[in-house]
T-cell receptor
Framework: DQQVKQNSPSLSVQEGRISILNCDYT??????FLWYKKYPAEGPTFLISISSIKDKNEDGRFTVFLNKSAKHLSLHIVPSQPGDSAVYFC?????????FGRGTSLIVHP | DGGITQSPKYLFRKEGQNVTLSCEQNLNHDAMYWYRQDPGQGLRLIYY???????QKGDIAEGYSVSREKKESFPLTVTSAQKNPTAFYLC?????????????FGPGTRLTVL
């Protein structure tokens, strides 16, 4: 049973617009959440994280929102750029090894 | 330059053969991990190690073995018992196994069984 779900396998967005990637989790013990970005044939790289005591964290063009009651988080990328085209993984955990979602492939069109 | 190296980048093996994938890190991290990525499957944990000479099975350990004799090295052996070994393998490390510490990933090894 998947504890971390990314229900959209892919997302297509035009350059300059907002990209919103979603992630749902089922384990109420999860209290820390991370997003990783992965290019083809490379390892993922850490992008941004948020702890359960916050509902928002920003880093430049990237913002993660956490809705604990809905067990939902989202990654917003504004404005989207072609170089953002990659697979984005959501990961969640509670003081131990995080569980990864299946990823969402983002394509940003020029 | 600190980081994680995996070798080789591409690996081919004949069915029935064991093969060992290398993973080295110079980040002085205690924890190391092996993941497998298949299309549409995300990252699935094979084995992890919290400290030298200790390792634990992950979600899909069957058909794999590891060792952690040195802090900087965590090789993965894909044995002939692994029924579907063709995949992209990723090694990672972190300060420790707590989720609060981001993981640093290597570039991966693509294994193809012929």
């Amino acid at each position: 049973d998947q504890q971390v779900k990314q229900n959209s396998p892919s997302l297509s967005v035009q350059e300059g617009r907002i990209s919103i990637l979603n992630c749902d989790y089922t384990n109420s013990m999860f209290d820390y959440f991370l997003w990783y970005k992965k290019y083809p044939a490379e390892g993922p790289t850490f992008l941004i994280s948020i702890s359960s005591i916050k509902d928002k964290n920003e880093d430049g063009r990237f913002t993660v929102f956490l809705n604990k009651s809905a067990k939902h988080l989202s990654l917003h990328i504004v404005p989207s750029q072609p170089g953002d085209s990659a697979v984005y993984f959501c990961a969640a955990g509670g003081s131990y090894i995080p569980t990864f979602g299946r990823g969402t492939s983002l394509i940003v069109h020029p | 330059d600190g980081g994680i190296t995996q070798s080789p980048k591409y690996l081919f093996r004949k069915e029935g053969q064991n093969v060992t994938l290398s993973c080295e890190q110079n980040l002085n991290h205690d924890a190391m991990y092996w993941y497998r990525q298949d299309p549409g499957q995300g990252l699935r944990l094979i084995y992890y190690s919290q400290i030298v000479n200790d390792f634990q099975k992950g979600d899909i350990a069957e058909g794999y073995s590891v060792s952690r004799e040195k802090k900087e090295s965590f090789p993965l052996t894909v044995t002939s018992a692994q029924k579907n070994p063709t995949a992209f393998y990723l090694c990672a490390s972190s300060i420790d196994t707590g989720v609060y510490n981001e993981q640093f990933f290597g570039p991966g090894t693509r294994l193809t069984v012929l």
